[in-house]
């Protein structure tokens, strides 16, 4: 009777209330079904269950989609499940389920999963056993989701913490209240707090930012947003000390990234940089070997000392120092010694000027003294006593006294007196008639007016007589390969032939050949015979050193063109050294003239390379084969400083595709420096002496034997 109550139709509907009910359940039950999988595909999280008994596996919509499936569009299997695995994981998950079943605990596991188009995602899994009354596995379900950017965003953030933590830079974090949040083993070392010091300091006291200062503005505006990009600035270290560095400010957002709460800063020290570039630019306007202002430098002064005197009527004088019998101390005693020399006389010189003065070393052995300000009683009184306190300096070089002297010559410039270049020729000049007249004394400018022909005359006939007669001659030194390839090729020096047949070095007569207009003539009869030299030795390669004057002659390039043409000499084998002060000096005409030689198939050379560090610039502009590294950086006894100049250049040099050489190698212990830094030529007495070069007509000199380099090297003069 109740059964039949139960299944009796509602008499309206025709359905009796059992079946609705019924119905009613199941539709709530879908309604729940689509409840989950719109939940688990919103949080991307799909769930599975494995009828053990029965060995049939369910997934859920969005499992599908996490495995890159349709949804339903296969029938899934444990063992289909396990084929989706990494093949690197596979057996590892397989005994994890296996041990599941064994122990009825929980588990959770992340492992690599292959979808369809071959790509690889990582899947968190977790999971638990059912089991029945009897501890019987019934089934096993679970819930899956793809943690791919989760494990890499982890990973991202553990590397990130480990960069911040070895980096070199200090890197630290300041909250909004403007105490230090974070503090990195850089920092440490950079500024000397311990982390445990600093945290929850305020970072404005700790590194000397003031309230009011330019860095709490910035902090601030980082605050509000702003990126500080790098900047130089000074912080202050645990013991009150001034860092040099470049400052980076980020703002930083919470990690729901809704507001700026803290500011990352970033601190680069920049105290070893600032000092090279300090010592870049004091070489740039110093002599490497004494300490002076260069003859770059000076001449900028002397121009605006005319300057000043033509603008306030206003006089100056200027003086010339040379060293009276230099070469007879280098070659005597050793490069090293004259080194030794010139210092002593720069300090004796130094210690005697005012501070308004400028002294310089503007050539091997002479200096040049700037008095601001000076009539013609100052510069008498200044000169003679330079002479003097030259004259009673003792200097003890290896052991044996050495008495140097100094012949000075002086002139006194104003409004009237012309351009800086007439007044270095007049006092040249006047320091010439000192050395006429006996050396180891002073002549003022107007003193030598009437005597002048007296100092110049004798030079003039000798170059004069030198050209017409033959009286010059080249010898050649021998330019070999650091790394023990042999003789590289050879630089051609210029010598006067005495009429007692001593040869006189080039430093002697070419300022006075260039005064009276001789160098055109005598760079061209020096191009003349390289061109021969060439044609006649094929295979040798020859330098040969051409006058800043001479760079804008067109006669000397129409010479050079002829004769390759006439000789048939190979043009590669001829290259062409041009000092680089004179292309400093002179840059439009180096780079006519290096374009010119060039197109001809020439090469050309730096010589002196290193004396005008504020022009590394004109390298690009000039098509230079070889870098002639100064002798000053190379010869002994030379410091640290030195090497770090060479090893600057020689990468530069690299970088720029050109090739090294360094003059001046005197020792074993000076080569072996060079091929460490990556020189790729010397030259020097170590190297070889230079010879004649009629010797090449008995076939190529080798290099002087080591044990036959006793002397010391002096500068390849040209």
Known sequence: MAARHLLAK????????????????????????ARLSAAQQLAKLGSWEWDVAANVVTWSDELFRIYGLEPQSLTPSYEDFLQRVHPGDRDDVDARNHKAFADHQPFEDVKRVLRP???????????????????????????????????????????????VESSNDAIFVVGRDGAVASWNPAAERMFGFAAAQVLGAPATELLGWHGSGAHHRLLTAALAGERIEP???????????????????????????????????????????KRLEHQLLHLADHDALTGLHNRRRFDEELGRAVANALRYHESAALLLVDI????????????????????????LLEHRIRV??????????????????????????????????????????????????VSVGAVVFDATSGTAESALVAADRAMYEAKAQGRDRYVLYPDVDTNAGRAQLPWEQRIRRALDNGGFELQCQPIQSVDGGGVAHYELLLRLREADGTLTCPAAFLGVAER?????????????????LVAAHPGLTFAVNVSAASMDDPELLALVRRELGRSGADPSRLVFEITETATIARMDDARRFADAVTALGCKLAIDDFGTGFGSFYYLKHLPVSYLKIDGDFVANPRGRADELVIEAIVGMARGLGKRTIAEFVGDDDTLTM?????????????????????????????????????????????
């Not at 509602?10 to 199941?26: F, H, I, K, R, Y």
């Not at 009150?240 to 803290?262: K, N, Q, T, W, Y």
């Not at 009673?392 to 290896?398: G, T």
């Open 356 to 405: 308004t003065d400028i002294l310089a070393r503007v050539g091997g052995d002479e200096f040049a003294l700037l008095l601001p300000r000076a009539g013609a009683d100052e510069a008498r009184r200044v000169a003679a006593d330079l002479v003097q306190i030259a004259r009673e300096h003792d200097l003890s070089l290896d052991g044996s006294p050495v008495r140097a002297t």
């Open 10 to 33: 509602d008499p309206d509907s025709g359905v009796s209330p059992t079946a609705a009910a019924a119905q009613e359940q199941l539709d709530e039950l879908r309604r729940s079904e």
């Open 231 to 273: 900047f130089e600035t000074t912080l202050c270290d645990c013991e009150g000390r001034l860092v040099e560095v470049s400052l980076s400010l980020s703002p930083m957002r919470s990690a729901a990234r809704e507001a700026i709460d803290s500011v990352s800063v970033i601190a680069r020290d920049n105290t070893e940089r």
């Open 117 to 163: 188009d071959g790509s690889v995602f990582l899947m968190r899994t977790q999971g638990e056993v059912i089991c029945d009354r009897a501890g019987n596995p019934l089934r096993m379900v679970g819930v899956c989701e793809d943690v791919t950017a989760q494990v890499r965003a982890r990973e991202a953030e553990t590397m990130l913490a480990l960069i």
């Open 674 to 718: 060079l091929s460490t830094l990556g020189v790729d030529f010397a030259q020097g007495y170590h190297v070889g002496r230079p010879f004649s070069v009629a010797l090449l007509d008995d076939g190529p000199v080798a290099p002087t034997p080591a044990a036959a380099r006793r002397s010391p090297h002096t500068p390849a003069a040209r």
């Open 324 to 347: 009276d019998d230099f070469k007879y101390v280098n070659d005597s005693f050793g490069h090293a010694a004259g080194d030794e020399l010139l210092r002593s006389i720069a300090a």
């Open 516 to 532: 009276l207009g001789l160098i055109h003539a005598i760079d061209r009869w020096v191009v003349g015979q390289a061109v021969g």
